[in-house]
């Protein structure tokens, strides 16, 4: 961790992607409260209540070319200032002063975010075939107020 890390966005949608900033969250056991998932057989509840993605792998990919901006590849949490590499399933992290999460899996993309991406290749983020370029689930072990701005801090795992 960097004495930078922050949330930069907070997502949300009423349903698919792309999701949409918001200025302040309360962030509860299923998530960032008002936010709602299109397939929830692939997406929410508990062990996925909320997906993390990091800014400088989203500027990385626009670097390359790719149409994706902070959100519209379906992370509820914007993070800056944290080596991507390290936040793996047993992560755990502070997000602002109340909300404790924990990482439970690398998220598998799929072609409803495609658009993402030059080619149409979602790919580009599965942590299977490019490792350290995938967003994160998270399950929320103490939930609570979330804004833009608010710090980050990696901890020992649980």
């Not at 890390?5 to 969250?25: C, D, E, Q, Y």
């Not at 509860?28 to 800014?55: I, K, M, N, W, Y």
């Not at 200032?81 to 755990?92: E, F, H, I, Q």
Request: hydrophobic residues 35%.
């Amino acid at each position: 961790m960097t004495a930078e890390a922050r949330v930069t966005h907070i997502n949300v949608s009423n349903g698919g992607v792309p999701k949409l900033p918001i200025l302040s969250a309360v962030i509860g056991t299923l998530g960032v409260e008002g936010d709602r998932q299109e397939s929830t057989e692939f997406h929410g509840g508990p062990e996925r209540a909320l997906c993390l993605f990091s800014l400088e792998i989203i500027e990385a990919l626009r670097a390359e070319g790719h149409p994706i901006e902070p959100g519209t590849a379906g992370e509820n949490i914007t993070i800056t200032g944290l080596d991507w590499d390290a936040v793996g399933p047993g992560t755990r992290m502070r997000l602002g002063e109340a909300v404790l999460i924990e990482i439970t899996r690398h998220t598998a993309p799929c072609t409803k975010i495609s658009a993402n991406f030059e080619d149409g290749d979602f790919n580009r983020i599965n942590q299977k075939t490019n490792p350290g370029w995938s967003r994160a689930y998270a399950r929320v072990l103490e939930g609570g107020p979330l804004l833009p701005g608010d710090a980050v801090e990696l901890l020992p795992p649980g």
